[in-house]
């Protein structure tokens, strides 16, 4: 499997839209792998992990073929992981796709409501046959085309909302995307007991400093790292990813990369391909 990660900031993107602060006014002058847009992947160009408001720029500069995607996979309804009312350029006379896939949309109850409200805008009358909702639920694996099986595991993120993270898994290869989230649920790390992973993707949203709560951090990522490995996890030859980083975390990315470099870490940026 391979995944491109196609944004890797958190909500306010890096640089911030609005700010001024000296974290985003260096990205800015740096440019390069410290300009970062808000959190997507993509795995095989077969499964879409969040459609955030960048979705638009990430086609573009990717050359992702959307229109052969057949699988979202949304992890919560916050507007950096999920941007619905883009999903209504999808029919026509707005896009003109015949032969393209049919996008089924995977998430919790307020993805689906949110998808739902977007769906109330739309005046194509194209779309309802060109996508369609599923919702998931934790631990209970969904298959799909390509011979992919993915499980949304339980993640600790929001107080008012049933965030995920996935588990995807392919020819006895396996990745955790985990984004948003803080320190696992209990059920979520005895899911995971025994199950060696090929790549990890921790979130590093507050980059030095600790959170451990509805995010991580280096620190974080480090305890994760390790509890991973008790479990049997995460081995000599598993790969880790952080990713997720907030203007906030103030270091630039070859300044993170300085700090990790001991702990065996990869610093994701826009456009990284990673092959398991």
């Known amino acids: 499997m391979k995944i491109q990660y196609l944004g890797t900031a958190a909500a306010e993107g890096w640089s911030a839209v609005f700010c001024t602060c000296d974290a985003c006014k260096k990205a800015r002058a740096l440019g390069g792998k410290n300009i970062r847009t808000r959190s997507q992947a993509v795995i095989d160009n077969a499964i879409l992990l969040d459609f955030p408001p960048d ?113 995807i898994e392919k020819e006895g290869k396996r990745i955790l995307y985990a984004h948003d989230s803080g320190n696992y649920p209990d059920e979520t790390w005895e899911f995971l007991k025994g199950k060696p992973l090929d790549l990890v993707s921790l979130d590093c949203t507050n980059v030095e400093f600790p959170d451990g709560n509805y995010h991580m951090g280096i620190p974080d990522n480090r305890k994760a790292k390790e509890r991973l490995a008790e479990e049997g996890c995460v081995g000599e030859d598993t790969l880790v990813v952080i990713n997720h980083f907030s203007h906030n975390g103030k270091l630039m990315h070859d300044e993170i990369v300085e700090v990790v470099k001991e702990d065996g870490f990869l610093v994701s940026y826009d456009g990284m391909m990673v092959e398991i």
């Open 55 to 167: 979705t638009y720029l990430h086609v573009l500069r990717d050359n992702i073929p959307l229109e052969a995607i057949g699988s979202l996979f949304v992890t919560h309804s916050h507007q950096d992981h999920f941007y619905p009312t883009e999903l209504l350029m999808r029919g026509e006379p707005y896009g003109h796709n015949p032969g393209a896939k049919v996008l089924t949309v995977y998430g919790n109850d307020k993805v689906e409501a949110a998808y739902k409200a977007a769906l109330g805008l739309n005046d194509s009358p194209t779309l309802i046959s060109q996508i369609q909702f599923k919702r998931v639920e934790p631990f209970e694996a969904v298959s799909v085309d390509g011979g992919y099986v993915v499980t949304p595991l339980a993640a600790n993120h929001a107080k008012d909302e049933e965030c995920l993270i996935y588990l």
